[in-house]
């Protein structure tokens, strides 16, 4: 972005109004983007109560899509899903409503897919070692220790 260029209100909000019909975003997002568009404080305050008084901006409806988007595509944890929503500072009301958006049968499937596609792709003979790689990698990405060592439990069992 040009650091330059200054932009009136009506244009600032304009812009923003495509960048948050574009995707989801978060408050936060939208107000660091109206500050490296410089900003003053007054009117980034106009600008984001218009977004949400047009519903171009809703941090409920952020927080589900991204839970949702996260959990299939890249396959996180419930761990990982709120550190992440916590970071965009999204209130505790919008986390609690979004984590509800994941099955808990699919997110049982999900996590016996990974552990299962994990092992075969560690090559290590020691059993220890293999199934430390594999946890390490299940709770980098966010799940549940104690769901992590179950499963891996009973799939070294047999």
Request: glycine share 2%.
């Amino acid at each position: 972005m040009d650091t330059n260029k200054t932009y009136t209100v009506d244009q600032a909000q304009k812009k923003l109004e495509h960048y948050c019909a574009y995707q989801e975003r978060c408050h936060k997002e939208v107000r660091q983007k109206l500050r490296d568009m410089r900003m003053i404080p007054e009117a980034i305050d106009a600008i984001m109560v218009h977004l949400i008084q047009h519903n171009f901006l809703n941090e409920e409806r952020f927080a589900k899509a991204f839970v949702r988007g996260k959990f299939r595509i890249k396959k996180w944890g419930k761990n990982r899903l709120l550190r992440e929503l916590k970071f965009r500072d999204i209130s505790k009301y919008s986390i609690d409503s979004a984590m509800k958006e994941i099955d808990l049968d699919d997110y049982y499937n999900t996590l016996d897919d990974l552990v299962q596609k994990r092992i075969a792709q560690v090559k290590e003979p020691n059993v220890y070692k293999k199934k430390k790689k594999v946890a390490d990698y299940l709770l980098y990405r966010g799940w549940e220790s104690g769901l992590v060592y179950e499963r891996l439990n009973a799939w070294f069992e047999v």
